[in-house]
């Protein structure tokens, strides 16, 4: 056998793909708004959170009953206290409503929702608020 005769030739070694590491995380698509909770005629009560417009007002009812314990007769408002304002489907979305964020969550669009309810009743007001601190 001569020089070079066993060697494999004709076929080149591919370069190995250099490690880029792991790919981008994708775009954040989520619109935010800041909201903005006022307690009708209690503003030590007034509360703010940042949300995203696709977030339902069931979302936002538990979580003031979480704040505020057990409550009956719930009323959510949009921009002032009245009827015409009144949000009342829990299944809708904040966007299906109109309130529309921004994209950039440290840039959310302000929205202030007027809240007022009725406590249920109990015979023991150690019920009140069930959620353990």
């Not at 003031?64 to 009144?86: P, T």
Request: charge should be neutral.
């Amino acid at each position: 056998m001569g020089k070079g005769a066993g060697k494999g030739r004709g076929k080149k070694k591919e370069p190995e793909p250099e490690d880029t590491g792991p790919p981008p995380p994708p775009p954040d698509l989520n619109n935010y708004v800041a909201l903005s909770l006022k307690l009708m005629n209690w503003k030590f009560m007034d509360d703010s959170t940042i949300v995203t417009d696709e977030t339902h007002l069931f979302t936002i009812k538990k979580r003031l009953e979480a704040k505020h314990g057990r409550m009956k007769q719930l009323v959510i408002c949009k921009d002032s206290y009245a009827e015409r304002n009144e949000l009342r489907d829990d299944m809708k979305t904040l966007k299906e409503y109109g309130i529309l964020g921004a994209q950039k969550p440290n840039e959310p669009a302000p929205i202030t929702l007027f809240y007022e309810f009725k406590p249920l009743d109990h015979d023991n007001p150690l019920l009140y608020n069930m959620e353990a601190d």
